[in-house]
């Protein structure tokens, strides 16, 4: 049901744009589950193989990343970014962990650092930034982008914080 509700959504967005807008359709499809640091999903990778598969119906290109660390995840965006001409949709779909600071969301790769407490910046450094990833499509030409962030609500950063705490917390 879920993912009929995003390819009828992705589909009123780009059957509706003119031929112009629309010159090619790709897709960068991310699922991660096999978190290094953080806790492990379950269901991420087969959520983005659904999306995956609903896309290419849809008539995207899709490019497809899994379980993948910052590294990998970077050189699969460069892939997408290679591809895009004028006008073209270029769209982005994450699932796994994510988290926002001050209004920003964050995708996190699998390789996501452990942290101290007053080491956030590590994570934040090692993430990827929601918007960045808008503004570096449009700087290649996109004509439409859209980004689908089917992230965790459960705080990884807490956790990490919380494994590396040197504080003892007390149950009564």
């Given at each position: 049901m879920r993912?009929?509700?995003?390819a009828?959504?992705?589909?009123?967005?780009?059957?509706?744009?003119s031929?112009?807008?629309?010159?090619?359709?790709?897709?960068?499809?991310?699922?991660?589950?096999?978190?290094?640091?953080?806790?492990?999903?379950?269901?991420?990778v087969?959520d983005a193989?659904?999306?995956?598969?609903?896309?290419?119906?849809?008539g995207?290109?899709?490019v497809k990343?899994?379980?993948?660390g910052r590294?990998?995840?970077?050189r699969?965006?460069?892939?997408?970014?290679?591809k895009?001409g004028?006008?073209d949709t270029?769209?982005?779909?994450?699932a796994?962990?994510?988290?926002?600071i001050?209004?920003?969301?964050?995708?996190?790769p699998?390789?996501v650092p452990i942290?101290?407490?007053?080491e956030?910046?590590?994570?934040r450094?090692?993430?990827?930034?929601?918007?960045?990833?808008s503004?570096r499509?449009q700087?290649?030409g996109?004509?439409?982008?859209?980004?689908?962030l089917?992230?965790?609500?459960?705080?990884?950063l807490?956790?990490?914080?919380a494994?590396?705490?040197?504080?003892?917390?007390?149950?009564?």
């Open positions: 993912f009929s509700l995003i009828a959504g992705i589909a009123a967005l780009v059957l509706g744009a031929p112009a807008e629309a010159a090619k359709r790709l897709a960068l499809v991310i699922g991660n589950n096999a978190y290094e640091n953080v806790p492990k999903l379950m269901k991420a087969n193989d659904a999306v995956a598969s609903e896309l290419s119906k849809l995207f290109e899709v990343a899994e379980d993948v590294r990998a995840m970077s699969a965006l460069v892939e997408l970014e290679g895009i004028a006008g270029a769209l982005i779909y994450f796994g962990h994510g988290f926002a001050d209004g920003t969301n964050y995708l996190l699998v390789d942290a101290n407490p007053g956030e910046g590590l994570i450094d090692a993430s990827f930034a929601a918007t960045g990833l503004y499509l700087e290649k996109a004509g439409t982008v859209i980004l689908i089917d992230a965790c609500r459960d705080n990884p807490a956790t990490i914080l494994q590396n705490s040197r504080s003892l917390e007390i149950g009564r």
